[in-house]
C-alpha cells in the first residue's frame, strides 16, 4: 500500500480554492475511482489520465487507485485537476519521490496523448496559491504569462506530462517540451471618440459628469440620435484601471477565457442583448456557477441597449448590485459572491414607436401605451440611477454633409474626468470609498458637510419636489459634488446643487 498528494485548486465564480488531491494504490481488483464531490469532467480524467501516463511511456499500476479530492465538502469541476492527479497517482507508483511537488500548486488538462492543455482562471488560482503559502505553481505554457502576474511565486511552464516530470527530476524521454506561447494580436476596432458624436452638448456633459463621479447614466430619445453612439464611448473618457482594479478585471477575464494577453488596463465594456436570459446577465447555474456580464463588466461598463425590451427579472436583478457593487448566489450546494461595481449606462425609446418627443406629431402611441412601455423600468431600478437625461434630435445644421464637426475629443474630456477623480481620491482617502458614487449619503452630510446657506437653499429646493425618496436626496447629493470636482471647487455651491437636480430630474419627462 502506498499513497502520495499533490495540490491543484479549482475556481468557484471568480475565487479559487485550493484542492488537495490524495492517490492511494493498494492489492485489489484494478481499476479507479475518484471521491470528493466530482462532476462528470473531473470524473472522466479516469481515461485521460491514464492514456497520458501510457503515452508517456509508464506503464499503468496494475492495482486498485482510489484519489480523493479534498475538501470533501466543495464540489468539484472542470478538467484542470488533471496533471495533479496523474503526477499523484506516479508519485503512488513511486515513479518520483513526492517530496518534489512540496507547497507546490498543479493545474493543467490532459489531452491523451500527454500533452498539457491551457485552462481557465490561472490567474486567481495563482493568487489564492500565494496568499496560502505556496512557493511554487505548474502551469500550462499558455497560461504563464498571467500566473506571472502574482508577484513572488515562481511559475513553472511545462508543455505535457513527460516535460513536468523531467522538471520534477524523473528520466523521461518522452514528452514535448512545447513552444512558448505568444498571443497574438487581434485587431484592434477604430477608437470610438466622442468627437464622433455630432451636437447632443447636453447628453455629453451628462457623460462627462457620470464619468467623473461613477455615476449611473440613462439616456432617453427617439431613434437614430445617439443614445448608443454616446454609451459606447463612455470607456473612451474613463481613466485607466489602477493596479488592484486590474488584476480583479484580468481575474475575471482568465475565468471567462483559457487566457489573457496580460494584465488588462482599460475598463471592460459589455452590452448583452436585450433577449439575454437571467442567468447570462446575472450569472448562476447549479452544480457549477458561471458568471454573468454583470462580472463581465465589473470596474468597468454594463450598457443596456433598449432597456424596457428587457426581461422584467433581468431588470429587477441589477437593483441589489446597484448599491451593494456584488451579486449573491446562493443554491442547495454552494453560495458564492461574485463582485459587479459596474457603471450601469441604460438607453431606451420614449414609446413603442419612439416618436413621442417629436415635435411635428408623429408618435401614434396613446398616452396609456407610453406610460406602460416606460413603466417596464420600475420606479426602484430607476430611482438608483443618478443621471437622467432626455437626448434630443440635433439641430438639422450640426448633421447636415459638410456641418463643422468641431467637438471635443475623448482624450480632451478624460483629462477633465482624471482631475475630477484625482480630487476625489484625496478627499477620500482613509476611507474604503473611490468615487463619489459610493459615498453613503449619512457619511457624505456628516463629514463633509455643505455652507449653511447652500443647505437651505438646497433643502428648499427639494422640499419644492413632490415626495423625492432619501435615496434620490442623496444621489443629487453626490452629483453636485462630482459636479464641483469638475469645476476645481472644493466643495459644491448653489450652481452645483441646481446642476445636480436637473441631471436627476431630466424635466420630469421620463414619466410624459
Given at each position: 500500500?502506498?499513497?502520495?498528494?499533490?495540490?491543484?485548486?479549482?475556481?468557484?465564480?471568480?475565487?479559487?480554492?485550493?484542492?488537495?488531491?490524495?492517490?492511494?494504490?493498494?492489492?485489489?481488483?484494478?481499476?479507479?475511482?475518484?471521491?470528493?464531490?466530482?462532476?462528470?469532467?473531473?470524473?472522466?480524467?479516469?481515461?485521460?489520465?491514464?492514456?497520458?501516463?501510457?503515452?508517456?511511456?509508464?506503464?499503468?499500476?496494475?492495482?486498485?487507485?482510489?484519489?480523493?479530492?479534498?475538501?470533501?465538502?466543495?464540489?468539484?469541476?472542470?478538467?484542470?485537476?488533471?496533471?495533479?492527479?496523474?503526477?499523484?497517482?506516479?508519485?503512488?507508483?513511486?515513479?518520483?519521490?513526492?517530496?518534489?511537488?512540496?507547497?507546490?500548486v498543479v493545474i493543467g488538462e490532459l489531452r491523451l496523448d500527454g500533452r498539457?492543455?491551457?485552462?481557465?482562471?490561472?490567474?486567481?488560482?495563482?493568487?489564492?496559491?500565494?496568499?496560502w503559502g505556496y512557493r511554487r505553481i505548474i502551469v500550462p505554457r499558455a497560461?504563464?504569462?498571467?500566473?506571472?502576474?502574482?508577484?513572488?511565486?515562481?511559475?513553472?511552464?511545462?508543455?505535457?506530462?513527460?516535460?513536468?516530470?523531467?522538471?520534477?527530476?524523473?528520466?523521461?524521454?518522452?514528452?514535448?517540451?512545447?513552444?512558448?506561447?505568444?498571443?497574438?494580436?487581434?485587431?484592434?476596432?477604430?477608437?470610438?471618440?466622442?468627437?464622433?458624436?455630432?451636437?447632443?452638448?447636453?447628453?455629453?456633459?451628462?457623460?462627462?459628469?457620470?464619468?467623473?463621479?461613477?455615476?449611473?447614466?440613462?439616456?432617453?430619445?427617439?431613434?437614430?440620435?445617439?443614445?448608443?453612439?454616446?454609451?459606447?464611448?463612455?470607456?473612451?473618457?474613463?481613466?485607466?484601471?489602477?493596479?488592484?482594479?486590474?488584476?480583479?478585471?484580468?481575474?475575471?477575464?482568465?475565468?471567462?477565457?483559457?487566457?489573457?494577453?496580460?494584465?488588462?488596463?482599460?475598463?471592460?465594456?459589455?452590452?448583452?442583448?436585450?433577449?439575454?436570459?437571467?442567468?447570462?446577465?446575472?450569472?448562476?447555474?447549479?452544480?457549477?456557477?458561471?458568471?454573468?456580464?454583470?462580472?463581465?463588466?465589473?470596474?468597468?461598463?454594463?450598457?443596456?441597449?433598449?432597456?424596457?425590451?428587457?426581461?422584467?427579472?433581468?431588470?429587477?436583478?441589477?437593483?441589489?448590485?446597484?448599491?451593494?457593487?456584488?451579486?449573491?448566489?446562493?443554491?442547495?450546494?454552494?453560495?458564492?459572491?461574485?463582485?459587479?461595481?459596474?457603471?450601469?449606462?441604460?438607453?431606451?425609446?420614449?414609446?413603442?414607436?419612439?416618436?413621442?418627443?417629436?415635435?411635428?406629431?408623429?408618435?401614434?402611441?396613446?398616452?396609456?401605451?407610453?406610460?406602460?412601455?416606460?413603466?417596464?423600468?420600475?420606479?426602484?431600478?430607476?430611482?438608483?440611477?443618478?443621471?437622467?437625461?432626455?437626448?434630443?434630435?440635433?439641430?438639422?445644421?450640426?448633421?447636415?454633409?459638410?456641418?463643422?464637426?468641431?467637438?471635443?475629443?475623448?482624450?480632451?474630456?478624460?483629462?477633465?474626468?482624471?482631475?475630477?477623480?484625482?480630487?476625489?481620491?484625496?478627499?477620500?482617502?482613509?476611507?474604503?470609498?473611490?468615487?463619489?458614487?459610493?459615498?453613503?449619503?449619512?457619511?457624505?452630510?456628516r463629514d463633509w458637510p455643505l455652507p449653511a446657506t447652500v443647505t437651505a437653499?438646497?433643502?428648499?429646493?427639494?422640499?419644492?419636489?413632490?415626495?423625492?425618496?432619501?435615496?434620490?436626496?442623496?444621489?443629487?447629493?453626490?452629483?453636485?459634488?462630482?459636479?464641483?470636482?469638475?469645476?476645481?471647487?472644493?466643495?459644491?455651491?448653489?450652481?452645483?446643487?441646481?446642476?445636480?437636480?436637473?441631471?436627476?430630474?431630466?424635466?420630469?419627462?421620463?414619466?410624459?
Amino acid at each position: 500500500m502506498s499513497i502520495a498528494h499533490s495540490a491543484t485548486a479549482m475556481v468557484m465564480g471568480v475565487d479559487a480554492h485550493i484542492v488537495e488531491v490524495a492517490a492511494h494504490l493498494t492489492d485489489g481488483l484494478v481499476g479507479m475511482s475518484i471521491t470528493g464531490l466530482a462532476d462528470a469532467s473531473v470524473r472522466e480524467s479516469r481515461d485521460r489520465v491514464r492514456a497520458a501516463i501510457v503515452c508517456t511511456g509508464f506503464p499503468w499500476p496494475q492495482r486498485r487507485i482510489t484519489v480523493g479530492l479534498s475538501p470533501a465538502w466543495l464540489p468539484k469541476v472542470g478538467s484542470g485537476l488533471d496533471l495533479a492527479i496523474a503526477l499523484a497517482v506516479l508519485a503512488a507508483d513511486e515513479r518520483f519521490p513526492t517530496a518534489a511537488l512540496e507547497r507546490t500548486v498543479v493545474i493543467g488538462e490532459l489531452r491523451l496523448d500527454g500533452r498539457v492543455s491551457a485552462t481557465r482562471g490561472v490567474l486567481p488560482i495563482a493568487m489564492a496559491a500565494a496568499r496560502w503559502g505556496y512557493r511554487r505553481i505548474i502551469v500550462p505554457r499558455a497560461n504563464a504569462d498571467e500566473a506571472r502576474l502574482v508577484p513572488d511565486l515562481e511559475v513553472v511552464p511545462v508543455g505535457s506530462l513527460g516535460h513536468t516530470l523531467r522538471l520534477l527530476g524523473v528520466d523521461c524521454e518522452a514528452g514535448e517540451e512545447g513552444d512558448d506561447v505568444v498571443m497574438p494580436l487581434a485587431p484592434q476596432p477604430p477608437t470610438k471618440d466622442l468627437a464622433d458624436v455630432r451636437g447632443q452638448q447636453a447628453a455629453k456633459f451628462a457623460l462627462e459628469v457620470a464619468a467623473a463621479g461613477g455615476h449611473h447614466l440613462a439616456l432617453l430619445g427617439p431613434p437614430g440620435v445617439g443614445k448608443t453612439l454616446l454609451a459606447e464611448r463612455l470607456p473612451s473618457i474613463l481613466p485607466p484601471l489602477d493596479v488592484d482594479a486590474a488584476l480583479e478585471v484580468t481575474a475575471v477575464q482568465s475565468v471567462l477565457n483559457d487566457r489573457t494577453p496580460g494584465l488588462v488596463s482599460l475598463p471592460p465594456f459589455a452590452a448583452p442583448h436585450h433577449g439575454a436570459t437571467a442567468a447570462a446577465v446575472i450569472g448562476g447555474g447549479n452544480a457549477n456557477p458561471r458568471v454573468g456580464l454583470i462580472t463581465a463588466a465589473h470596474r468597468g461598463v454594463l450598457f443596456l441597449d433598449e432597456a424596457p425590451e428587457f426581461q422584467g427579472s433581468v431588470l429587477e436583478a441589477l437593483r441589489q448590485p446597484l448599491e451593494s457593487g456584488s451579486i449573491a448566489i446562493a443554491r442547495s450546494e454552494f453560495a458564492i459572491v461574485l463582485p459587479a461595481r459596474f457603471q450601469l449606462v441604460i438607453a431606451a425609446n420614449p414609446c413603442p414607436c419612439g416618436q413621442a418627443f417629436d415635435r411635428r406629431g408623429r408618435c401614434t402611441c396613446t398616452p396609456s401605451v407610453r406610460r406602460k412601455y416606460l413603466a417596464k423600468l420600475s420606479g426602484p431600478l430607476m430611482d438608483r440611477i443618478d443621471v437622467r437625461v432626455i437626448v434630443e434630435s440635433p439641430a438639422p445644421h450640426e448633421v447636415v454633409l459638410g456641418a463643422s464637426s468641431a467637438s471635443e475629443s475623448s482624450a480632451q474630456v478624460a483629462a477633465r474626468v482624471l482631475q475630477a477623480r484625482d480630487r476625489q481620491r484625496h478627499r477620500l482617502a482613509g476611507t474604503p470609498w473611490r468615487l463619489n458614487a459610493e459615498v453613503p449619503g449619512p457619511v457624505l452630510r456628516r463629514d463633509w458637510p455643505l455652507p449653511a446657506t447652500v443647505t437651505a437653499r438646497f433643502n428648499a429646493s427639494v422640499t419644492a419636489q413632490e415626495q423625492p425618496s432619501a435615496r434620490g436626496v442623496d444621489r443629487m447629493l453626490r452629483l453636485a459634488w462630482t459636479r464641483a470636482d469638475l469645476a476645481g471647487r472644493a466643495a459644491p455651491d448653489e450652481q452645483d446643487l441646481a446642476i445636480a437636480m436637473r441631471l436627476r430630474d431630466a424635466g420630469g419627462r421620463w414619466a410624459a
